[in-house]
């Protein structure tokens, strides 16, 4: 379903003059919203609405979202600063309804409270540039029943969903019409893998989360996909200075990706080993501390492990993005003896990783263990998560956002990196100490 039509960008001065509205715009841009208190949303900035206004590149600004839910009924409302082309799309495991819209720039000075009823809560924010999407929580299936946009004598534009319960067998009929229509569209070209001399190992490296999906988020507003990117970046250009490999990144700025789409990406570019980047957060436990080498495996070394690769890769559905894709069915139709390659590869990597940053930076009481995480499935590519640290930890915070950190890291992941395709021994005679 489409409606409205996606709005010239005359918004700006109707926005500078249209009171509320152009005040909501001295509030820095949040980066999503969520149905949850969300420390990021405190963020401000005194930037003046007018300088935000004559950007040429200023996208459509959202404001006041409301979410409004009984049993049986659902109606979410918002402000926007001009009429936006919308799509619907039905997603099951968690049900869910995603909303497509053109790039949106959400503003809010707080965040929405949590709803009951049909409709449990939603998301917003940026999936690609140009690009933006709301994901509703459905706690039974439901569709749209209307979907209207009204202008107001002040030029704001009000749009309003409404939701109604549907039939279980018809919503599981069009979320699969729906997952159809992606398959097709996911079959656009990925990245292009960098050129130059092929002989040299390729590496890719990962920036976990991104647009939509913020990650884990510290008190203080730091959020876990705005820092990896930082430390990605660093690594590519470490890696790229010191040469004997080539390097290609899964995101080089604020977007969302699937995991299936990063496993994906690794894989296509026949990549000869792949990093994803993130940070930990424990809300209980604010003392514990360090980086954590992770390798895939379906069994988890430990409990907090098990816990730590359910949360990422909860990921996908928090951004309304499609689980269960990719992954598990390459699994069954590999070759035993190429996976356990693989992980014996992923294996030394992770080994190595661990000396290299043991000399470098702090690092968890235990550094080095697996658990099943999605982003680590491909079956020829050696993979490693790395957690770099706890963003529930205050002195992690202050040592992760520090330059001076994040270089040493860098070079230390560098050096585990080189020295990974420089030892030219056999997989089988690499200490794989954690895969099964
Ligand atoms: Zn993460």
């Given amino acids: 379903m489409v409606i409205g039509k996606p709005h010239a ?10 009171g509320t509205l152009g005040a909501v715009l001295a ?59 919308i799509t619907f799309d039905h997603l099951v495991q968690p049900l869910r309804i995603v909303a497509e ?13 949590p709803a009951s009823g049909l409709v ?48 279980p067998a018809e919503f599981e009929a069009v979320a699969a019409k729906s997952a159809e229509s992606r398959a097709l569209a ?33 008190a203080g507003g730091v959020a876990e996909k705005a820092l990896v990117l930082e430390i990605a970046l660093r690594l590519r250009d470490h890696l790229e200075a010191a040469g004997g490999v080539r390097v290609l990144l899964t995101r080089a700025d604020d977007r969302f ?11 296509e570019a026949r990549a000869d080993l792949f990093i994803s980047l993130h940070a930990d957060s424990l809300s209980a436990a604010q003392e514990v501390r360090g980086a954590t080498i992770y390798t895939g495996s379906e069994r988890a070394t430990d409990a907090e492990s098990a816990r730590l690769a359910q949360k990422e890769n909860a990921s996908d559905a928090l951004a309304g993005a499609e689980a269960g894709q990719g992954g598990e069915e390459v699994l069954d139709i590999l070759m035993d003896l190429a996976r356990r390659e693989t992980r014996a590869m992923s294996g030394s990597a992770a080994a190595r990783l661990v000396t290299e940053m043991s000399g470098a930076v702090r690092m968890h009481r235990i550094p080095q263990r697996a658990a099943g995480f999605r982003v680590l499935t491909a079956p020829d590519v050696p993979s490693i998560l790395i957690e770099l640290g706890f963003l529930s930890s205050k002195g992690d915070i202050a040592l992760m956002t520090s330059e001076a950190w994040q270089k040493t890291a860098a070079a230390a992941i560098g050096r585990a990196v080189t020295g990974h395709f420089a030892a030219k021994i056999p997989a089988s005679r690499r200490g794989a100490s954690i895969s099964p």
């Fill in 120 to 167: 449990s809560g939603f998301r917003a924010g940026l999936v690609a540039p140009g690009r933006s999407r709301i994901v509703f929580e459905l706690s039974s299936p439901a569709r749209v029943s209307s979907a209207r946009q009204v202008r107001r004598a002040d030029g704001i534009v009000d749009l309003a969903i409404e939701f109604e319960p549907m039939k």
């Fill in 101 to 113: 819209l053109p790039e949106v720039s959400f503003q809010a000075s707080r965040a929405p409270k």
């Fill in 9 to 18: 960008r005359s918004i700006a001065l109707r926005i500078a003059a249209a």
């Fill in 257 to 267: 990706l699937s995991l299936s789409e990063r496993v994906r990406v690794a894989r």
């Fill in 186 to 218: 996911a079959l656009a070209p990925l990245a292009s893998v960098p050129s130059g001399d092929n002989r040299r190992p390729l590496v890719v490296i990962d920036a976990g989360h991104g647009g939509i999906d913020s990650g884990a988020v510290a």
């Fill in 27 to 85: 509030v820095v841009q949040v980066a999503f919203w969520m149905g949850e208190a969300c420390a990021q949303t405190a963020a401000r900035t005194s930037a003046p609405p007018v300088a935000e206004a004559a950007s040429p590149t200023v996208a459509v600004a959202a404001v006041d979202p409301r979410l409004d839910s009984a049993e049986g009924a659902g109606r979410f409302t918002l402000s926007l600063s001009a009429e936006v082309a």
